[in-house]
């Protein structure tokens, strides 16, 4: 058993930089390619960016440039670094591990 924990996210204004954080338990995390996924109230989910197990990304066409995706499997944890946010931006960020399994969301919300 898996379990993805976020933390980081929060209240910002636009322009302005967030970082979130994924934790994941067990000993499966170096052998998966990760991923950030969003959800808007009202919306699908949707994907921002994935990451391999030896680091190679792919984002969403509306994060390049401004989110960047990182990885420190000694420390079991995948990064998003988020950038120039845009009020469309706000949703519920969610950590997942592309076996399966998926973190509870942290909301991100960016204020005009």
């Known amino acids: 058993q898996v379990q993805l924990v976020e933390s980081g996210g929060g209240l910002v204004q636009a322009g302005g930089s967030l970082s979130v954080s994924c934790a994941a338990s067990?000993?499966?995390?170096?052998?998966?390619?990760m991923g950030w996924f969003r959800q808007a109230p009202g919306k699908e989910r949707e994907l921002v960016a994935l990451?391999?197990?030896?680091?190679?990304?792919n984002y969403a066409d509306y994060a390049k440039g401004r989110f960047t995706i990182s990885r420190d499997n000694a420390k079991n944890t995948v990064y998003l670094q988020m950038n120039s946010l845009k009020p469309e931006d706000t949703a519920v960020y969610y950590c997942?591990?592309?076996?399966?399994?998926w973190g509870r969301g942290t909301q991100v919300t960016v204020s005009s």
């Open positions: 997942n591990q592309r076996n399966g399994y």
């Open positions: 067990g000993r499966t995390f170096r052998s998966y390619a």
């Open positions: 990451i391999t197990p030896r680091g190679s990304t």
